[in-house]
């Protein structure tokens, strides 16, 4: 693996940049939309180990935040942003699922329906990659204490959102106004 100075060249060099869009903090590279780039494979096999690297964590951290300080809310999703990013945010969602769950989600933002096989496939990685997050020594993956943990195996996409809503909506409300 390259060194994080080379790993923060060569993103200078691209252009990496986060911006914030419609309240989502959106990965832009050479000047165009980067999310789908950021769930492939290959980033996927190679996130725990530059992740854990301090001065990644840092850059990215710090560009997260600024995107924070420019915008009123944001929703974001990763494995320390509840507990390392913004360990003071109004409202922390932890979302858990099975692996098998998991990994046919993963599977189907890249393509077509997966096999059995491929799910299971799927699901260990995902599992050796929860355990080394998880015993990283920067920022591991952990649910803050204070977050919600809300199990979304059963739920689709739409039955997530409208839970996280909810419980926005529940935690912003203005304590006069509770029912």
């Known amino acids: ?20 869009i419609a309240g989502a903090v959106v990965p832009f590279l050479d000047n165009a939309p980067a999310e789908s780039l950021i769930r492939t494979a ?36 990763g494995r320390d942003i509840g507990t390392a990013v913004f360990p003071d945010a109004a409202v922390k969602v932890f979302l858990t699922a099975t692996p098998d769950a998991r990994a046919r989600r993963r599977l189907l933002q890249r393509g077509p329906a997966p096999t059995e096989a491929e799910v299971s496939g799927e699901a260990a990685t995902l599992a050796q990659r929860d355990r ?17 943990l809300i199990d ?13 809503v909810l419980l926005v909506r529940q935690r ?5 106004n509770r029912s």
Not at 1 to 20: D, F, K, N, Q, T
Not at 132 to 148: C, G, I, N, Y
């Open 1 to 20: 693996m390259r060194s994080p100075e080379a790993i923060l060249g060569a993103a200078a060099r691209r252009g990496l940049v986060l911006r914030e």
């Open 42 to 77: 290959e980033v996927t096999a190679l996130v725990s180990e530059v992740s854990a690297l301090p001065p990644i964590r840092h850059w990215v951290n710090q560009r997260l935040r600024e995107a924070a300080r420019h915008s009123g809310v944001l929703v974001l999703d």
């Open 132 to 148: 080394k997050d998880s015993t990283r020594e920067v920022a591991p993956l952990h649910q803050a204490s204070d977050a919600v």
């Open 152 to 164: 979304t195996t059963a739920l689709d996409f739409d039955q997530q959102v409208q839970r996280i």
């Open 172 to 176: 912003l409300q203005p304590p006069g």
